[in-house]
């Protein structure tokens, strides 16, 4: 007795959610949702600013815990690290920004310890919008 939510091919549903939901339900570990403000092409994650697309008001914007580059500090987006969770070929690494949590994953590995912070950008072409109340991609 449930709704479907979309149909498609699994590398469909990861690439292209249309909803929250589906973003969140496909893969693991999961896309990061943070709450963030469009406006005038460029998205507002609290006092940072990073890539966005046209519109203005309220947005949660999606990205894969891949689809983040560590950059240098005073770039990207400061992250404070929780936990590092090597799992040999993959490093996932547990981090806190703007009183959320974040998941990210690397193929490199790094010596981040607990309490660090690094910086963070998400990859411009795998970016993910939605409407701050439906929840639909934008």
């Known amino acids: 007795a449930g709704e479907i939510e979309q149909v498609g091919t699994p590398l469909d549903l990861y690439d292209n959610p249309v909803n929250e939901f589906v973003a969140t339900f496909i893969g693991a570990p999961s896309m990061n949702i943070v709450n963030g403000t469009l406006s005038d092409g460029s998205v507002y994650l609290g006092a940072h600013k990073t890539q966005g697309r046209a519109g203005t008001g309220p947005v949660r914007l999606g990205v894969r815990p891949e689809h983040l580059r560590l950059v240098p500090a005073g770039e990207g987006l400061p992250m404070e690290v929780k936990v590092l969770e090597p799992t040999g070929s993959e490093t996932m ?27 963070l950008s998400p990859d411009p072409d795998h970016l993910h919008f939605f409407h701050a109340t439906t929840g639909e991609r934008m």
């Open 93 to 119: 690494v547990f981090l806190h920004f703007e009183g959320q949590d974040i998941t990210a994953v690397f193929r490199e590995r790094h010596a981040f310890k607990p309490g660090e912070i690094i910086h």
